[in-house]
């Protein structure tokens, strides 16, 4: 069940994706329901907005790895563990902007990502 509880829609979001052709076009509505569950599923979490800005920023590197780079499910998995990497240490580079999230956190987005939902979209999408 989606829901909003604040001024976020879905017409918004496809607005500010520039998605025009939602009800012909299947490939913008699955990145549309992509973006919209990952939203929703933060919210959920309770992120702050700087981690929800973070999150969306890895939905958006994912998808550009399997756009751009063509990388296996398996591999774009592991470099979402490597973007990850660092987060919890004390005076750590590795994780960047990532160290707003905690290490429970960067656990659970790996999770969300593998099994939940990454999954769905790579195969309607890529292959």
Known sequence: KLSFDSDIS???LAEY???????TNLKEAILLDYYTAGFCWAR???FSLMQLSQYMDLLN????????KHMTLDDNIKELGRAMAGI???????????DVFS?????A?????????Y???YCFLFE
């Open 88 to 98: 919890g240490e004390t005076d750590s580079e590795r994780s960047g902007d990532l």
């Open 10 to 12: 879905f017409r918004k």
């Open 61 to 68: 590197f994912l998808l550009e790895n399997l756009r751009d």
């Open 44 to 46: 959920e979490m309770n």
């Open 109 to 117: 987005i790996i999770d969300y990502m593998n099994i939940r939902y």
């Open 17 to 23: 994706l520039n998605f025009k052709q939602l009800m």
């Open 103 to 107: 290490i429970d956190q960067a656990k």
């Open 119 to 121: 999954s769905r979209i």
